[in-house]
């Protein structure tokens, strides 16, 4: 990013330390949709990220 410049666009939903978290909880048996409710993200989003191979 140039200096003086603000970011533009939308924050992400997801930060760096929440992927492992989610496929360490859905490899442990948990539900994606109760996962992404225990990390406070949508479960659109958690499976996004786990089919991106992000988490």
């Not at 990013?1 to 048996?29: C, S, W, Y």
Request: aromatic residues 2%; glycine residues 10%; positive net charge.
């Amino acid at each position: 990013m140039l200096p003086g410049k603000k970011h533009i666009g939308r924050p992400q939903a997801i930060g760096p330390a929440e992927p492992a978290t989610l496929r360490r909880l859905v490899d442990e048996g948990v539900s994606v949709t109760e996962a992404a409710r225990t990390l406070k993200i949508g479960r659109s989003t958690a499976y996004d990220a786990l089919r991106c191979g992000v988490a």
